[in-house]
Every structure is written in structure tokens, then in C-alpha cells.
């Protein structure tokens, strides 16, 4: 939620924040704003994508060597010009921007405003900026120190970077609870919010922690914690190439992460699976087995589609491993003052790392006693971090806002720890586990194979689909979190109204919905809910609904009776969701293109929520 870029260095600083915004454009893109620090302090900012901002500055002058720029996801003010970032000070010799929320902005803006302060904008952003102002101004102190004692009174979440035009080599940046990365080259220093706009440049970086503050200049690095203490940087080398952030010849972002399953699944097999000789590596696992096997109940926490791989998750613990599961929505988990007993184990999914209400409900957890396990993308992100153990998915970097890979990567994980749990717990005998190992290490060719032969086939439904008005996603078992996953995708990439139900709850309610308008999209592969399905599917025709169908190839029942058909290959039904999602995904994306719509940046979402 909103993307933050800074630089101080030789290179001239617009064109490397530019440039950085547009890569952290995917956290919010409903204003952006650069601040360049040379003899003076200059601010330019426009409502709208980072290349609306590039338009307005054409021919103003933006030579610096130290800026910071800002891509907004707006909370507290409407998305505009004045709000946009960076913000400057009342006296104007500051300027900041911020990722995050300050919530007791309301009671420092009215300190502020019996000072006399005015306000350009309705952020509390602002408020926080003039805040530091006045301290420094009152306190006779330092900007460094100004900020430091500001620190102390806010509530909330933060990355800040903040700029002085009397130390114009200087960014001072701060973070808590949302992220920040720090470049390092020679001479030269980049801040953002992900390592994607630093990755050009360097592969030095440092991640910086809650509760400190850095002071960047050109030659130095200062990471000190919020009581001024010193504190080394651990700096770590980046495993990210730039051609992973890039389109490289597609489209669209979400485009390329859908065609990159076959390899990003097979980048997080490699080296784990070991079909052959029967062996699952993950350390994660290795190393906690006791804890795993012997776990109560485990709590799958995240948001989202994240939230969608708990409800499979579920499904597999309890299929095979015989363990009880909650999937919890990390911002209903958070507040609920949740039980949490010896023996429980959180296991928390996430994309980015760093989405907030997930993020939160895991400290909660983790104060109680709970052991809690990372299923995480973003290496070294907050979650990962905060992990006791955990497994990456290897998906690499995720740009379009929709999940796409990231979702298949956290079903491989997630499956890869059932079957070596379950396996080890003894709740699956030898000739099971073998050949779920079997048909998991098929996996990559078979996602291949749908987006070779069924692309077209899924492209036509979408421009025959495109102007419905709603649609309902039914599946029953592993396939019914597959139709709520379908039905999330096509809300945010089409705008359309979409349903997931479980396929026999239908008749309870949803079914009134029915009639010769509705498109009905059925997850109905071959597993043992199959007749079950084609009854639900009977039920949707005889009321006129048009029923477009996932079925397994081979298939001739649902496919006499749906109105459209697409196929997957045959999978063990607990491994299903991982090729009966890609056509869902193609759905939605061809039904955005269809609708010209601009799908990797849908309006008001950003990819990573670090807002609750
Ligand atoms: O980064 P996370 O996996 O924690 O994000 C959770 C959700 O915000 C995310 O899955 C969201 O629902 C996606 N836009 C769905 O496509």
C-alpha cells in the first residue's frame, strides 16, 4: 500500500525515482509525487498513474542528486493533487512521504492547529510532517532528533523518508510495521519500499527493521533504533534478476504470471520433491517435525487469495494428516482475542509478506505462545521475519495486483507439507504418499499443457461472457475454495459481480439468482463429488442458467450439458485446484482485456495492503 522511492547519490536522482515508482506502481496508483532536494527544495505531484506525474514535470527543472518519490493507495483524503506526496512543512524546508497510517493524527493536528499551522491537505501525513517541524523548531533540535521525539508520539504504521533543503545529501527514513529496503552502491544509496527498483543498481541491500531510523547519505549508512542508539546493518545479498520484474514481451504483468506457472511451480519443487526416491526436503519442516505432527489444530491465517490457499490448505491437513484446521481471516483473527493453546500451530500465508492485518494477528499470536509457520513470496519480508519457521514459495516477484503464481506456489508449499507430514505422522500409507509425490512432480507440464491448449477455448467464453452482469462460481470439496478464487479474480479484474459458493449450498439461497442471464461457472473436475456436481449442474439448467464448465478431459457427461466447456488434465483431486484455477484465471484476465480494462493495476486496489 503505496510505494516509496529514494535516492542520494551522483547519478542525476528524478529519472532513478521515476523509474522506481513505476516498478512500485502495483502498491497504489491513485497519485504520485517526487521531491528533489538541490539548492532548493522542489515538489512536484499529480493525481493519478506515475506517467501523468511524468507528463506534468516535462520541461520543469529537475536537476538533483537527492529525491524521494511517492505512489499513493489513499486513506485519509481523497485522491488528488493536494494530497498527493510528498508533502512539504509549513515553513517549507521539509518534505516528506509516507507509507502508512498515523492513527492519532486527529489529536496532533489539533496541537498543530492552535499553534497557528494551516494545512494543505487532508492527510495525516501532513500532520505528522509539521509535527516534526515543530519540534525541531521549539526543541531547537536537529531534523534527526525533531523526528526521533515524533516517533515516540505516534500511533500507527509508517515508512517515512524525509527530506531537509539545508542537508540536501541527507534522506532520513523510518519505518515501522511497513517496509523498507536500503540499496547500497558505491557512493550512492537507494530506498524503496520493495528491493524492485533497487535491483538495477545493486544487490547489496539492507532491510530495515521496526523501530529504526536511518540516516542515508551518498557515502554513509547511520541505522540507528528509536533511543539513538546505533545498530549495525545486515546487509544481504539480493537472489532477484531484473528480468523477473519485467514484462518480458507480454502485455500485461498478469499475463506473464499466469504463463510463468509452469516454471514458478517447478521453482519451488526444485530441489524439495524427489518423486522418485519418495523424499520431500523443507527444512522449515525438517526441523520443527515434532511440533508439526503432534500440532492440536492448526489456524491458517492471511487475507485474500492467501485466504483461499488456507481453505485448500484445510482440506489437505485434514484429508491427510488428520489435523484439525481453522482458516481465519487475519483481520477478524486479530481482534478477536482468539484462543490459542500448547500445541496449536498458526500457519500464516501471505504474498507479499507485509500485508498488515495478517502481520498483526500473527504478533498477537505470537505473544500468546502460538508457533507459527510462514508460507511467505517476499524473502525477508515482515512475515517471513516474524516466522518461527517457515517456507518460501519461490514465485517470484508478483507484479499485477491479482495473485496469479503466487496463489499456485502457496498450494504446492502447502501440499508438499501435507504430504510430508501426513506421511510421517503415518496418516497416509506408502502407496498414497508415492503417488501424490508422483502427481505433484506432474504438475508443471500439466499447467503447460492447459495454457497451450485451452487459452483460446477460455478466451472465446470470456468475449461471450463479458457483459453479464453477475456470475456465480460453484465447486464442491477441494474445488469449492477454487470457486471462491474464481469469483475474487473476476471481481477485481472486470468489475463484474461474482459469487463463490459451495456447489450443493447453492439450492439454499443463491439459486433464486438463476435464470437465463446468469453465467454459472462450475469447478467440477473428476473426484469423488463428481455425480453430486452433475446434479447441482441439472439444477442450474432446468432454471435456464448458462453453465460454463472445468471439467477433467476425457470428460463426456458435463460436457453434453454445459453450455461451455473447458478442460484440464486428470489430477489427483487433492492436487486439483492447482490446474482447475488457470482457466479461472484466464477468465478474468480475458474478460478485462475484453472490457478494456486496465488489469494490472485495478481501480482502488493495491497489491500489498499494509493498512488494516
Ligand atoms: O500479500 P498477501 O498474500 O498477504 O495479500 C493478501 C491479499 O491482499 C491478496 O491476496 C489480494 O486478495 C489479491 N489482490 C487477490 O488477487
Given at each position: 500500500m503505496c510505494?516509496i522511492v529514494?535516492?542520494?547519490?551522483k547519478?542525476?536522482a528524478?529519472?532513478?525515482?521515476l523509474?522506481?515508482?513505476k516498478?512500485?506502481?502495483?502498491?497504489?496508483y491513485?497519485s504520485?509525487?517526487i521531491?528533489?532536494v538541490?539548492?532548493?527544495l522542489?515538489v512536484?505531484?499529480k493525481?493519478g498513474k506515475?506517467?501523468?506525474?511524468?507528463?506534468?514535470?516535462i520541461g520543469?527543472?529537475?536537476?538533483a542528486?537527492?529525491?524521494?518519490?511517492?505512489t499513493?493507495?489513499?486513506t485519509?483524503?481523497?485522491?488528488?493533487?493536494?494530497?498527493?506526496?510528498?508533502?512539504?512543512?509549513s515553513g517549507?524546508k521539509l518534505a516528506m512521504i509516507?507509507?502508512?497510517?498515523i492513527?492519532?493524527?486527529?489529536?496532533?493536528?489539533?496541537?498543530?492547529?492552535?499553534?497557528?499551522y494551516?494545512?494543505k491537505?487532508?492527510?495525516?501525513t501532513?500532520?505528522?510532517?509539521?509535527?516534526?517541524?515543530?519540534?525541531?523548531l521549539?526543541?531547537?533540535?536537529?531534523t534527526?532528533q525533531a523526528?526521533?521525539?515524533a516517533?515516540?508520539r505516534?500511533?500507527?504504521?509508517?515508512c517515512?523518508?524525509?527530506?531537509?533543503?539545508d542537508?540536501?545529501?541527507?534522506i532520513?527514513a523510518?519505518?515501522?510495521g511497513s517496509p523498507?529496503?536500503?540499496?547500497?552502491?558505491k557512493?550512492?544509496?537507494?530506498l524503496?519500499?520493495?528491493a524492485?527498483?533497487i535491483?538495477?543498481?545493486?544487490?547489496?541491500v539492507?532491510y530495515?527493521n521496526?523501530?529504526?531510523?536511518?540516516?542515508?547519505k551518498p557515502?554513509?549508512?547511520v541505522?540507528?533504533?528509536?533511543?539513538?542508539?546505533k545498530?549495525?546493518?545486515?546487509?544481504?545479498?539480493?537472489d532477484?534478476e531484473l528480468a523477473?520484474i519485467?514484462?518480458g514481451?507480454?502485455e500485461?504483468?498478469?499475463l506473464k504470471?499466469?504463463?510463468?506457472?509452469?516454471?514458478?511451480?517447478f521453482d519451488?519443487?526444485r530441489?524439495?520433491?524427489h518423486?522418485?526416491?519418495g523424499?520431500i526436503t523443507m527444512s522449515?519442516v525438517?526441523?520443527?517435525?515434532?511440533?508439526l505432527i503432534n500440532?492440536?489444530?492448526?489456524?491458517?491465517?492471511?487475507?485474500?487469495t492467501s485466504?483461499?490457499a488456507?481453505l485448500?490448505?484445510?482440506?489437505?491437513f485434514?484429508?491427510l494428516?488428520r489435523?484439525?484446521?481453522?482458516?481465519?481471516?487475519?483481520?477478524?483473527?486479530?481482534?478477536?482475542?482468539?484462543v490459542i493453546?500448547?500445541g496449536?500451530v498458526?500457519?500464516?500465508?501471505?504474498?507479499?509478506?507485509?500485508?498488515?492485518?495478517t502481520?498483526?494477528?500473527l504478533e498477537?499470536a505470537?505473544?500468546?505462545g502460538?508457533?507459527?509457520?510462514?508460507?511467505?513470496?517476499a524473502v525477508?519480508?515482515?512475515?517471513?521475519r516474524?516466522s518461527d519457521?517457515g517456507?518460501?514459495?519461490?514465485?517470484?516477484?508478483?507484479?499485477?495486483?491479482?495473485s496469479?503464481?503466487?496463489?499456485t506456489?502457496q498450494?504446492?508449499?502447502l501440499a508438499?507439507m501435507?504430504?510430508?507430514?501426513?506421511?510421517?505422522?503415518g496418516?497416509i500409507d506408502?502407496k498414497?504418499?508415492?503417488?501424490?509425490?508422483?502427481e505433484?512432480?506432474?504438475?508443471?507440464?500439466?499447467v503447460?499443457?492447459?495454457?497451450?491448449?485451452?487459452a483460446?477455448a477460455?478466451?472465446?467464453?470470456a468475449?461471450?461472457?463479458?457483459d453479464?452482469?453477475?456470475f456465480l462460481?460453484?465447486?464442491?470439496?477441494?474445488?469449492f475454495?477454487?470457486?471462491?478464487?474464481?469469483?475474487l479474480k473476476?471481481?477485481?479484474?472486470?468489475?463484474?459481480h461474482?459469487?463463490?459458493?459451495p456447489?450443493?449450498?447453492?439450492?439454499?439461497?443463491p439459486?433464486a439468482?438463476?435464470?437465463?442471464?446468469?453465467?454459472v461457472?462450475?469447478v467440477?473436475?473428476?473426484?469423488?463429488?463428481?455425480?453430486?456436481?452433475?446434479s447441482?449442474?441439472?439444477?442450474i439448467?432446468?432454471?435456464?442458467g448458462?453453465v460454463i464448465?472445468?471439467?477433467?478431459e476425457?470428460d463426456?457427461?458435463?460436457s453434453?450439458?454445459?453450455d461451455?466447456?473447458?478442460?484440464?488434465?486428470?489430477?489427483?483431486?487433492a492436487l486439483?485446484p492447482l490446474?482447475?484455477?488457470?482457466?479461472l484465471?484466464?477468465l478474468?484476465?480475458?474478460?478485462?482485456?475484453?472490457?478494456?480494462?486496465?488489469?494490472d493495476?485495478p481501480?482502488?486496489?493495491?497489491?500489498?495492503?499494509?493498512?488494516?
Amino acid at each position: 500500500m503505496c510505494g516509496i522511492v529514494g535516492y542520494t547519490g551522483k547519478r542525476e536522482a528524478y529519472p532513478v525515482v521515476l523509474k522506481g515508482l513505476k516498478r512500485l506502481e502495483y502498491r497504489g496508483y491513485d497519485s504520485s509525487g517526487i521531491a528533489l532536494v538541490n539548492a532548493s527544495l522542489k515538489v512536484y505531484k499529480k493525481k493519478g498513474k506515475v506517467s501523468e506525474l511524468e507528463e506534468s514535470v516535462i520541461g520543469k527543472d529537475t536537476h538533483a542528486h537527492t529525491a524521494i518519490g511517492h505512489t499513493r493507495w489513499a486513506t485519509h483524503g481523497e485522491p488528488s493533487d493536494r494530497n498527493a506526496h510528498p508533502h512539504r512543512s509549513s515553513g517549507g524546508k521539509l518534505a516528506m512521504i509516507h507509507n502508512g497510517i498515523i492513527e492519532n493524527y486527529a489529536s496532533i493536528k489539533q496541537e498543530l492547529l492552535k499553534k497557528d499551522y494551516e494545512f494543505k491537505s487532508d492527510t495525516d501525513t501532513e500532520v505528522l510532517l509539521n509535527f516534526i517541524e515543530d519540534i525541531k523548531l521549539h526543541d531547537h533540535c536537529s531534523t534527526e532528533q525533531a523526528l526521533r521525539i515524533a516517533l515516540k508520539r505516534v500511533v500507527g504504521a509508517y515508512c517515512i523518508l524525509l527530506v531537509d533543503e539545508d542537508d540536501p545529501e541527507t534522506i532520513i527514513a523510518a519505518r515501522k510495521g511497513s517496509p523498507l529496503v536500503i540499496g547500497i552502491g558505491k557512493g550512492e544509496h537507494f530506498l524503496a519500499s520493495d528491493a524492485s527498483p533497487i535491483i538495477e543498481y545493486t544487490k547489496e541491500v539492507v532491510y530495515v527493521n521496526d523501530y529504526e531510523i536511518a540516516i542515508v547519505k551518498p557515502d554513509e549508512l547511520v541505522l540507528k533504533n528509536l533511543g539513538n542508539e546505533k545498530q549495525t546493518p545486515f546487509i544481504q545479498k539480493l537472489d532477484m534478476e531484473l528480468a523477473a520484474i519485467e514484462k518480458g514481451g507480454y502485455e500485461h504483468f498478469m499475463l506473464k504470471e499466469i504463463y510463468d506457472q509452469p516454471d514458478s511451480i517447478f521453482d519451488c519443487l526444485r530441489g524439495r520433491l524427489h518423486a522418485n526416491a519418495g523424499t520431500i526436503t523443507m527444512s522449515g519442516v525438517e526441523n520443527h517435525l515434532p511440533a508439526l505432527i503432534n500440532a492440536h489444530r492448526m489456524v491458517m491465517v492471511a487475507c485474500g487469495t492467501s485466504w483461499h490457499a488456507g481453505l485448500i490448505a484445510e482440506y489437505l491437513f485434514e484429508d491427510l494428516c488428520r489435523i484439525p484446521v481453522e482458516v481465519e481471516y487475519a483481520s477478524e483473527f486479530r481482534y478477536r482475542n482468539p484462543v490459542i493453546n500448547k500445541g496449536d500451530v498458526i500457519i500464516a500465508i501471505s504474498q507479499s509478506g507485509e500485508t498488515a492485518d495478517t502481520l498483526v494477528a500473527l504478533e498477537n499470536a505470537k505473544e500468546k505462545g502460538a508457533f507459527i509457520f510462514g508460507v511467505v513470496n517476499a524473502v525477508g519480508s515482515s512475515i517471513a521475519r516474524l516466522s518461527d519457521a517457515g517456507a518460501y514459495t519461490h514465485s517470484g516477484p508478483e507484479i499485477g495486483v491479482a495473485s496469479t503464481k503466487a496463489f499456485t506456489g502457496q498450494l504446492v508449499v502447502l501440499a508438499m507439507m501435507a504430504f510430508k507430514i501426513g506421511y510421517a505422522k503415518g496418516s497416509i500409507d506408502n502407496k498414497r504418499y508415492m503417488h501424490l509425490l508422483t502427481e505433484l512432480n506432474s504438475i508443471p507440464d500439466k499447467v503447460a499443457q492447459i495454457l497451450k491448449e485451452s487459452a483460446a477455448a477460455v478466451q472465446s467464453v470470456a468475449n461471450k461472457y463479458k457483459d453479464a452482469r453477475d456470475f456465480l462460481y460453484l465447486g464442491r470439496g477441494y474445488n469449492f475454495p477454487v470457486a471462491l478464487e474464481g469469483a475474487l479474480k473476476l471481481k477485481e479484474i472486470s468489475y463484474i459481480h461474482a459469487e463463490g459458493y459451495p456447489a450443493a449450498e447453492m439450492k439454499h439461497g443463491p439459486i433464486a439468482l438463476v435464470d437465463e442471464n446468469l453465467p454459472v461457472v462450475f469447478v467440477a473436475t473428476k473426484d469423488k463429488y463428481y455425480e453430486k456436481i452433475v446434479s447441482n449442474i441439472q439444477e442450474i439448467k432446468a432454471r435456464k442458467g448458462k453453465v460454463i464448465a472445468v471439467v477433467t478431459e476425457g470428460d463426456t457427461i458435463i460436457s453434453e450439458m454445459a453450455d461451455d466447456v473447458i478442460y484440464v488434465p486428470d489430477a489427483d483431486e487433492a492436487l486439483a485446484p492447482l490446474l482447475s484455477v488457470i482457466p479461472l484465471q484466464l477468465l478474468s484476465y480475458y474478460i478485462g482485456i475484453a472490457k478494456d480494462l486496465d488489469v494490472d493495476k485495478p481501480r482502488n486496489l493495491a497489491k500489498s495492503v499494509t493498512v488494516e
